[in-house]
């Protein structure tokens, strides 16, 4: 499809939606306006009944639960195909080195750009660790910090070399974190079944309100969420990062990424 034609067929578009999105947009509600009492039932019954102070939680990982098992296997899903495509477009023919642009000059980094990559990229880490430990408690949650953590690692490739970045973030690892995340939330799912129970039914002690292990089988299912978008997030900046390298006949010299 040559440029004229997607112009013609992306104005023909505009024209048939863009009465729908006006009236959409005119039938709104005011801000602020409350919409249903869903979230006014969530807040009166989940901290009462599972001892969490985190409603977003409450709604992801106990009320609606069974559908974030569908997004998390989507997620995983996802990162399998982009992965599968990737590899089969680059090959196997690749070496172990960054590709560079015959002529370009590789600038080397300074002292004060691997120092500042590696402070924030630990306290990213370790923020991301937090607000996935703490998903129960305060806003947050497995999936809000299993992404900080994931977005630690491009600050280490910034700030560090192309090989030391492949020896530190481990490809097998990631993916080994992506389907124990998937795994262990199928079978917090799957488990209660077993002694006649519903899917995802709690069948842990609820802890107390506010404590960093309360809201019972809930804790279990947000490490897993974790754990797995940590692990696909990884996996997938890696893909990324590995269309990079260079052919094994690329003519530039094997020097190391300054």
């Known amino acids: 499809m040559n440029t004229t034609a997607r112009i013609v067929l992306l104005v023909i578009a505009l024209v048939v939606l863009a009465p729908a999105a006006g009236m959409l947009i005119l039938a709104m509600p005011a801000f602020g306006h409350p919409l249903s009492q869903y979230g006014d039932v969530v807040n009166a019954l989940a901290p009462r009944l599972r001892n969490i102070s985190n409603m977003v939680a409450a709604v992801n990982f106990d009320i609606r639960g069974i559908d974030t098992l569908g997004e998390e296997c989507m997620l995983l899903a996802a990162v399998t195909g982009t992965v599968m495509l990737l590899r089969g477009h680059r090959g196997e023919d690749m070496s172990e080195r960054a590709g560079r642009v015959p002529g370009r000059k590789q600038p080397s980094r300074s002292d004060a750009t691997v120092l500042l990559c590696r402070f924030i990229a630990t306290v990213l880490f370790l923020f991301g660790i937090y607000m996935v430990l703490h998903g129960t408690v305060t806003p947050g949650g497995g999936f809000q910090g299993g992404v900080i953590v994931a977005s630690s690692f491009v600050l280490l490739y910034l700030g560090e070399s192309y090989r030391a970045w492949r020896r530190i973030v481990l490809g097998p690892a990631l993916a080994a974190l992506e389907g124990t995340g998937a795994l262990a939330y199928v079978l ?59 052919p094994e006949n690329d003519p530039v010299p094997d020097e190391e990424d300054e």
């Open 188 to 246: 917090a799912a799957a488990l209660p079944l077993l002694g006649g129970y519903a899917a995802l039914q709690n069948v842990l002690p609820l802890g107390t309100w506010k404590d960093l292990f309360s809201g019972g089988l809930m804790v279990a299912v947000n490490y897993a969420v974790g754990c797995a978008v940590i692990g696909s997030f990884g996996v997938l900046l890696l893909e990324f990062m590995e269309e990079t390298r260079a």
